[in-house]
């Protein structure tokens, strides 16, 4: 993601999380910390035909990576994207050498805490009322990486993977 990629990434963030849709402000302050060597953040988007569909951000501290947000286009759920893009996000937390992995999910979202379980997530417990103004609470999901297993997260689905066409499971959105 750079800073051309604002202004779209927030017409889909307001689509999709109109309650509590980042401000360009916040998408500017993790950009901020993406680039040169002291980087913290890795921010990706994905396009289509020219328009982006999606979006995915993760901050590393120390061994311990958040991921801050995945999102994609309604009309993108389905095909993989949100696979692909937590791949993504994985793949950098191993490059942040982090021993660990956090999200927060809505607990009403099951088809995304579906997807994180396929790659090793586990919920860990909840934050009463962490998405506002609709006071839902999240549930917080943890992967630990395994030393022994390959440095690149597998996915585990190769169909998705082998797909030349990016786009996600309906519901793969998750707010950080």
């Known amino acids: 993601m750079r800073w051309w990629d604002i202004e779209p990434v927030l017409e ?3 689509e999709l999380f109109p309650e509590d849709a980042w401000s360009a402000g916040m998408f500017w302050s993790e950009l901020a910390h993406a680039r040169g060597p002291g980087a913290t953040r890795r921010y990706l988007v994905a396009e289509e035909a020219g328009r982006l569909v999606g979006y995915a951000g993760l901050a590393a501290a120390g061994d311990l990576a958040d991921v801050q947000t995945i999102a994609a286009a309604r009309d993108q759920w389905g095909t993989g994207l949100g696979a692909r893009l937590l791949t993504e996000l994985l793949r950098a937390a191993t490059a942040f050498e982090c ?12 088809r995304a805490q579906k997807l994180y379980a396929r790659f090793g997530f586990e919920p860990i ?5 962490y998405y506002q103004p609709g006071n839902v609470d999240a549930l917080v999901m943890r992967r630990v990486s395994d030393p022994a297993a390959p440095a ?3 996915d585990p689905d190769p169909a998705l993977s ?9 519901g793969e959105t998750t707010h950080g």
């Open 12 to 14: 889909l963030e307001h």
């Open 99 to 110: 021993a660990e992995v956090l999200l927060e999910v809505r607990v009403d979202n099951v």
């Open 125 to 129: 417990g909840f934050r009463r009322g």
């Open 152 to 154: 690149d997260p597998v």
């Open 162 to 170: 082998d797909s030349a066409h990016s786009v996600p499971l309906q």
